[in-house]
């Protein structure tokens, strides 16, 4: 067994014993930039380490883990004043690499920041650096002096990336053997690579092993007909033919997605563009915040939620940040954008009601009675973008008046979640007495109405909220039905088929409360049984409801034939679990048979416990604690993560 290795005081010696904790705010003004969020900074270990196991690793779990997030938030600037970055997403980026070696039952990890240049560039007072929250420093006239820096300085942007690629926020989604681009500026590098992607149209280039970034590239590198500001943090991969697959979005008088593969052996390949409602067509196509999609063996589905970029993505440019640019609109539908895989055309637009989602879980092709074809996917879902105005409130109380505040608070949260919770899901079983895996419907499926909405139920129980509780995500299956007859309706003009010109998606919920969804991925593009995420802990405030007492969530692991009443979670105190990875066991074909692997953060509790982290391994068919290895005395943020074994094939690969 390895001996424990602090590598927090490790990193310290390297540092001149300078630590990576929050820095107390000190300025020669008496002022710092930004309100203190209460986010500390996490070290970067960038020498590979042993860290200690405890426990028994399974023989077969030999690999590598990468995981993506944040690391910095506390910026020391030359005035002797502190930056602090508002958003959680918007910390400074820190890619973590774990090493398996089931056989040895080892564990070796580094860890590297990724996006040193933005750092510089903060300290430089660059106001063109662009937020998903909103910048503490930007006054009117910062505005004005950005939109224009922006406008005119694309070239300067480009040559800026390819001079320095650690320029950039890129934090979201790591993925390994993503294939890359060809040409001149891409000799020094192979056919494929390890990739840090967001929902910009941007994506980054790591050494595999040291983690060093050596280049930011955009899709535009693929094809130059790929234009756009804007892409999917998730893309797609095809488990048989390998193909990857995305899109862009270009902002601006005409908003398009524009969607393209690559093949396994390098190719690209451009689909038709979408700039229409193709069940509307005089509606204009707005551009919407759309972070993940689905894709079956036949077809590509692109959302486009009613949470929209104002004009058409100016409002970003102007305020620099991401959310202050967005509006939401629950009076208009939910589109879904289908094109066909086999003729690279956009063939049909589904509505469904109002609603938001960060994540897809899966989808796959049926075929109904007639002969048509119709597509099922499931999504975590949430009736509202109000889930990310909610994420402002992680950590924005200093951490005394959090401290103070934490019991009560959360006594409030969970008397009022309880009870609306309670009243809600006894409204949809009145309402949906159908089996949890029944498709046949007979009409839009709502699982409650405004009046008798789970908000407005809870929040006279909450008078010590700023705002009602946020039900966290249900996983809704949606069916589209009738793709070839809608897309003959929606080309034709004559009204021969009018009956299936304006098709509505209806759904059913299939589980409740599960986010960062992770399925086996040998079931991709087919119907499957579990699905593994993260969930509301019973010894913290809701996810969807994290504020200054901070983010706290357990593992669930949710059955969809069985359905509630096998629902299975690994949920302890003062632990918060990040997005749990399933690895299969590769001697079995079995869905749940495998580990489970996150990295979960233990907070200070005032009473001499401190924070730290660890990564944890699960049995994933019953969620017992397998192993665990320690990695620091301190909380280290993530989003998400692939795994691929000893060999180099990607296994989990988000």
């Not at 883990?65 to 938030?73: A, C, I, P, Q, V």
């Not at 200070?604 to 944890?616: M, N």
């Amino acid at each position: 067994m390895a001996p424990s290795i602090n590598v927090q005081s490790n990193y310290k010696d390297r540092n001149n014993n300078k630590g990576q904790n929050t820095p107390k705010t000190k300025s020669v003004l008496g002022k710092s930039i930004g309100k203190p969020t209460g986010y500390k900074n996490t070290p970067e270990i960038p020498e590979q380490v042993e860290i200690r196991v405890t426990g028994k690793l399974p023989r077969w779990l030999s690999g590598v883990l990468y995981r993506s997030g944040t690391g910095k938030f506390n910026i020391p600037l030359p005035d002797g004043s502190m930056y602090h970055i508002q958003h959680p997403f918007d910390g400074l980026s820190l890619v973590h690499r774990f090493e398996f070696s089931g056989s040895s039952n080892t564990v070796k990890y580094n860890s590297r920041y990724t996006a040193k240049g933005v750092e510089k560039r903060i300290v430089e007072r660059d106001n063109t650096v662009l937020f998903f929250g909103p910048d503490p420093c930007k006054t009117v006239f910062d505005k004005i002096s950005s939109f224009f820096h922006h406008i005119t300085g694309m070239g300067k942007m480009r040559a800026r990336q390819e001079a320095d690629p650690t320029s950039e926020i890129i934090n979201v989604a790591v993925t390994p053997n993503f294939p890359l681009p060809k040409g001149d500026r891409f000799d020094s590098l192979s056919d494929q690579g390890l990739v840090v992607k967001t929902d910009a149209n941007m994506v980054q280039v790591l050494d595999e092993v040291t983690l060093a970034p050596k280049k930011i590239f955009t899709y535009t590198d693929y094809a130059p007909g790929l234009n756009g500001q804007l892409s999917a943090a998730h893309h797609q991969q095809d488990p048989v033919t390998g193909e990857t697959v995305n899109f862009v979005v270009e902002l601006g008088p005409v908003v398009q997605f524009r969607a393209f593969s690559v093949s396994a052996s390098g190719v690209t390949t451009q689909f038709e563009p979408i700039s229409q409602n193709l069940a509307d067509p005089r509606a204009t196509l707005k551009a919407a915040y759309v972070h993940s999609f689905s894709m079956t063996e036949k077809y590509i589905i692109i959302p486009n939620y009613p949470y929209w970029f104002s004009y058409n993505g100016m409002a970003t440019i102007w305020h620099g940040s991401v959310y202050e640019s967005f509006y939401w609109d629950g009076t208009k539908p939910t589109l879904y954008q289908v094109l066909d895989r086999r003729t690279k055309k956009h063939v049909a637009t589904y509505q469904a009601d109002a609603y938001f989602a960060f994540h897809t879980v899966n989808a796959w092709d049926e075929v109904d009675e007639d002969g048509d074809d119709v597509i099922v996917f499931d999504v975590c879902a949430y009736d509202s973008p109000d889930i990310i105005s909610a994420s402002f409130g992680l950590g924005k109380a200093d951490e005394a008046d959090a401290t103070n505040n934490v019991k009560k608070s959360m006594d409030i949260e969970r008397s009022a979640t309880a009870k609306g919770h309670r009243a809600w899901k006894a409204r949809k079983a009145k309402k949906n007495r159908r089996a949890s895996i029944n498709f046949k419907k007979d009409g839009p499926f709502k699982p409650f109405d405004e009046k008798t909405s789970y908000m407005n139920q809870t929040q006279e129980h909450a008078p010590g909220l700023d705002k009602p509780p946020i039900r966290p995500s249900e996983v809704r299956r949606y069916r589209l039905e009738n793709v070839t007859k809608v897309a003959l309706a929606q080309a034709d003009k004559s009204g021969v088929y009018n009956k299936y010109r304006h098709p509505h998606a209806d759904y059913i919920i299939v589980a409740e409360d599960v986010e960062l969804p992770r399925i086996d991925p040998r079931r991709e593009q087919r119907p499957y049984r579990y699905v593994w995420g993260v969930c509301n802990s019973v010894y913290g405030k809701s996810y969807a409801n994290a504020s200054s007492t901070g983010l706290v969530t357990g593992i669930v692991k949710a059955d969809l034939k069985l359905g509630p009443s096998a629902t299975l979670k690994w949920d302890k105190p003062g632990c918060s679990c990040s997005e749990p990875i399933f690895i299969p066991n590769p001697s079995s074909e079995q869905e749940d048979v495998g580990v489970i692997l996150s990295i979960v953060n233990m907070t200070g509790d005032g009473k001499g416990r401190k924070d730290s982290c660890f990564l944890l391994v699960l049995n994933a068919r019953d969620l017992t604690e397998i192993a665990k290895a320690d990695i620091g005395k301190y909380n280290a943020s993530t989003f998400h993560g692939s795994f691929m074994d000893a060999n180099g094939n990607s296994i989990s690969v988000n």
